[in-house]
């Protein structure tokens, strides 16, 4: 599961290829803005992604959770911000991927150090803009 949202994003991208060429020629829609809580949604998503590397590479029970989370976060906030959140999904998941091939103690105060600042980023953009 380590590659969950790299076909979807192909997909959107394919479907969006494909588009009907007078589809295409009409003027896209003016670009959404993006919400106050945007630069933490994207923090969150990189830890989201570190921590789906480092939880299956250190053999943790909720590992396979992290792959599904990023998606419920990439539907709940839609199409606009999908690829970007995906992006920064992928970056935190590649920057380790990159380095660590075993686990080992560093990994693992990683993992504790991304845990805390994953539930600091959500909680905070719940409370702030939670509604």
Known sequence: M???LGPALAA???ARA???AHAQDVAPPAATPAPAYEPELMRLSEVMGALAFLRD???AADAPEWPT???SLIDAEGEARAERLAGAYNRG???FALTYRVCTPAAERAISGYLVEGERLSR???RRFGG
């Open 2 to 4: 380590r590659r969950i």
């Open 12 to 14: 959107l991208m394919l």
């Open 18 to 20: 494909c588009m009907p």
């Open 57 to 59: 590479l250190c053999g």
């Open 69 to 71: 989370r990023m998606q």
């Open 93 to 95: 998941y590649r920057a």
């Open 124 to 126: 905070a953009v719940a």
